[in-house]
Structure formats: structure tokens, C-alpha cells
């Protein structure tokens, strides 16, 4: 039964970071496609890219959440079953605090993107029409911003490879 659990909070786990690594690969690629046009607003295309660019954190957070949760899962699993927590080695124990402080990268960005980046593109967004030229300093502060979100979707997908090779090591070690 214990074996059964860990199996199902393992794929929970896997799954979880999985969809945190993604948002940000997809989010940044779609940016940098779109970077080979012009560089003046292309109101159906941009308006499509921002509705699920800026939809995409609430799936980050959700998966946050998740992977958390399942985090704290198995060591309380362990604890049901044997009464103790499992014992680390230092190869675990140093691969445990990288996790760890991958994700609290992973949050912090997230954070930063939902509550700083994206409220403010949103904003310069709501500018734009479809059928009038916006402002020369709107168009360059709105590519300015999105490059910068662009960068930190580069950062969160990183930092998510990074969780992804380090977690086998806490299962083994």
C-alpha cells in the first residue's frame, strides 16, 4: 500500500512539475516567434498572445501548490508507515535544499510576473486599439516589458530543468 501511495503522489509530483516547467517554455517561445515581426503592435495576434500569456500563472500557481503538496506528501507517507521520518544522506539532504531554494525561485518569479510584469502589460495593453497607431513610447515600453517577462520565463524554465534533475536524487540517496 505504501509503494501504491508514493506511486500516486510521485506521478501528482511529476506531473505538477512538469506543467511548471512548460508554461514558462511554451510562454517564452511564443515571445521570441513573435519578436520576428516588426516591432509595432499587431492588435489580433498581440491580443491573443497576452490572453494566454497572462492566463498561464494561475496554471503556475495551481501547480505550485500541487507540487508543494506532494512534496510534503512523501515524508509524511514514510512517517504513516514507519513511524519516523526516512533518514538522508548528505547527497539527499544537499539535494533537498537546491529543490527547495529552485522553487522558492520558481515562486518568487512567479510572483513578480503575476502581481508586477503582467498587471503593468495589461495596462499598456489597454492602450492599444484596433484601429488607431498607438503612441511610439507605449509601443517601445510594452516590447521593453515583454522582453523582461520573456527573461524571467527563460529563468523559471531553467530553474525548473534544474528540480527536474535534481529530484531523482532525494529518491535514491
Known amino acids: 500500500m505504501e509503494n501504491l501511495i508514493y ?6 509530483h511529476n506531473i505538477a512539475l512538469v506543467g511548471c516547467v512548460a508554461g514558462p517554455f511554451y510562454m517564452a517561445r511564443i515571445v521570441a516567434q513573435r519578436s520576428k515581426y516588426e516591432k509595432k ?3 489580433s495576434m498581440d491580443t491573443l498572445m497576452e490572453d494566454v500569456i497572462t492566463a498561464q500563472p494561475m496554471y503556475c500557481w495551481l501547480f505550485l501548490i500541487v507540487l508543494y503538496a506532494t512534496g510534503f506528501g512523501f515524508p509524511f507517507v514514510y ?9 538522508f544522506s548528505s547527497i539527499a539532504l544537499a539535494a533537498f535544499i537546491l529543490k527547495h531554494i529552485f ?3 520558481l515562486v518568487g518569479i512567479l510572483f513578480y510576473g503575476t502581481f508586477f510584469i503582467n498587471p503593468k502589460l495589461k495596462e499598456l495593453f489597454s492602450k492599444f486599439k484596433s484601429d488607431e497607431e498607438p503612441e511610439e513610447e507605449v509601443v517601445k ?3 521593453s516589458l515583454r522582453a523582461k517577462r520573456k527573461k524571467w520565463c ?3 524554465f531553467v530553474l525548473g530543468i534544474l528540480v527536474l534533475l535534481i529530484t531523482p536524487i532525494l529518491r535514491f540517496y
Open 41 to 43: 503592435i499587431i492588435y
Open 7 to 12: 506511486t500516486i503522489l510521485l506521478a501528482l
Open 154 to 156: 527563460d529563468v523559471c
Open 103 to 105: 522553487i522558492l525561485g
Open 141 to 143: 515600453e510594452f516590447f
Open 79 to 87: 512517517f504513516l508507515f514507519h513511524g519516523a521520518l526516512k533518514e
